[in-house]
């Protein structure tokens, strides 16, 4: 099975400061017939349920601020918040859809210092 | 809309039998798969497992192989998950998923529901 691992396990950013937030996957989740790494990133709010924010790595969902960018290939991967927002407080998991089980990472939590 | 009705919070005693349910719309419910996902209180998720409604196919994460059962019923559109005697470590919110991408489950989950508290005591 793969094992994702995360870090930091939280970090506090000051607003308008840029968070980064690292994955990586025990084994590749890059396939190498399509070239797509198959891991993807989630927003979770106290409260609330998850929301996908970025696929195959780097493509952004619908409707997130361009703000936040995803990138990494192979084993490691980096969310980015290039200037951080009040409402962007919040849970950031990486999980990957490689090869059931489908993992998720412990989870990155983004406060405001 | 697409969208992903799950069952009411649910209380039970140690011992009991529990189900709960993950009802879809909007959407061709049978071709999708279904993923089941646990967050312990305070905790991060966990994947439970998936489920492809249009033959069951389904697919457990070894941590939860035999604690728990994935079943659909794709005549009404509804997933579930079934436990035949909770423990009080089954204590969770329960979120149902669907995999964005028609008959594949190598892609990502984009539509939850919205969680099903699970409190066993």
């Known amino acids: 099975d793969i094992v994702m691992t995360q870090s930091p396990d939280s970090l506090a950013v000051s607003l308008g400061e840029r968070a980064t937030i690292n994955c990586k996957s025990s084994q590749s989740v890059l396939y190498n017939s399509n070239k797509k790494n198959y891991l993807a990133w989630y927003q979770q709010k106290p409260g609330q349920p998850p929301k996908l924010f970025f696929s195959?790595?780097?493509t952004r969902e619908s409707g997130v601020p361009g703000r936040f960018s995803g990138s990494g290939s192979g084993t490691d991967f980096t969310l980015t918040i290039s200037a951080l927002q009040a409402e962007d407080v919040a849970v950031y998991y990486c999980q990957q859809y490689y090869n059931s089980p489908f993992s998720f990472g412990p989870g990155t939590k983004v406060e405001i210092k | 809309e697409v969208q992903l009705v799950q069952s009411g919070a649910e209380v039970k005693k140690p011992g009991d039998s529990l189900e709960i349910s993950c009802k879809g719309s909007g959407y061709t419910f049978s071709t999708y798969w279904i993923a089941w996902v646990r967050q312990m209180p305070g905790k991060g998720l966990e994947w439970i497992g998936i489920?492809?409604?249009?033959?069951?196919?389904?697919k457990y994460s070894p941590s939860f192989q035999g604690q728990v059962a994935i079943a659909a019923d794709k005549s009404i559109n509804t997933a579930y998950l079934r436990w035949s005697s909770v423990l009080a470590s089954d204590t969770a919110i329960y979120y149902c998923a669907r995999h964005q991408s028609e008959t594949s489950e190598n892609c990502p989950v984009d539509i939850w529901g919205q969680g099903t508290r699970v409190t066993v005591s």
């Open positions: 195959w790595s780097s």
């Open positions: 489920i492809y409604p249009r033959d069951s196919k389904v």
